[in-house]
């Protein structure tokens, strides 16, 4: 194992204890049922860019579930129907052009080093996905972030909502949904905690306006002629 490995999994250690992952993914599967369900459909092929501790992945209801992640201790974390992947999300070798219907990333494209490979992350996407596939990106936005974005030591790429449709657009997708403020920066901020708080919070978009500081962006790989 790498120094720069062992130092990212202490990092990550001290920054999301295991005993809180279950609160985690409470939160996250009303987030999957009451929101991002509405973009993906029971008998799509998803892949989870970055799936980490596999909050979305493991959550949201699909016919065919895949974590991508170089980190291989992913697989812990992974449900039994997640087949995980550790490949570079710039050359996802093992998934074959025009193959998925849904491309999700939450909270990732900020640990990559520069915009290029943000690019080349976002043209992989582009590369995977079937004509009607949608790509939906999650990120801190820089914007309303300016200080705290870079409390964390491992941030390196600051993105708006703006900069993400453009590299989209880039890499030949296509945006079809932008919320420049849609969820708070970190489960640990003012997030309710509840389900049936974070339930109600989804439910007012005036909310969001307020307590928002993450961007959500859907883009479509459009079907060719």
């Not at 790498?2 to 939160?27: C, G, M, T, W």
């Amino acid at each position: 194992m790498s120094e720069s490995k062992v130092e990212l999994d202490k990092l990550y250690n001290q920054r999301f204890p295991e005993a809180a992952l279950a609160q985690k993914h409470a939160i996250w599967k009303v987030l999957c049922s009451d929101f991002f369900s509405r973009y993906v459909k029971p008998t799509d092929t998803v892949v989870d860019i970055g799936a980490g501790y596999c909050e979305f992945i493991n959550n949201i209801q699909a016919g065919k579930k895949i974590a991508v992640d170089l980190n291989p201790d992913v697989r812990r974390f992974a449900a039994a129907d997640v087949h995980v992947i550790n490949e570079s999300c710039t050359a996802i070798r093992e998934l074959d052009s025009n193959s998925v219907d849904v491309v999700f990333m939450s909270n990732f494209l900020e640990h990559l080093p520069s915009k290029d490979m943000v690019l080349d992350t976002f043209r992989e996407c582009q590369r995977i996905l079937r004509p009607g596939g949608r790509v939906m990106v999650l990120q801190p936005n820089i914007r309303y972030l300016p200080g705290e974005y870079w409390d964390y030591f491992d941030h390196h790429t600051p993105l708006t909502e703006r900069s993400l449709v453009e590299g989209l657009q880039l890499a030949g997708l296509t945006p079809t949904t932008v919320i420049a403020k849609f969820l708070p920066y970190t489960t640990k901020s003012r997030l309710p905690q509840a389900a049936w708080l974070v339930q109600l919070y989804l439910k007012v978009p005036l909310a969001w306006h307020v307590l928002g500081k993450q961007a959500f962006v859907v883009a479509e790989q459009r079907a060719a002629g």
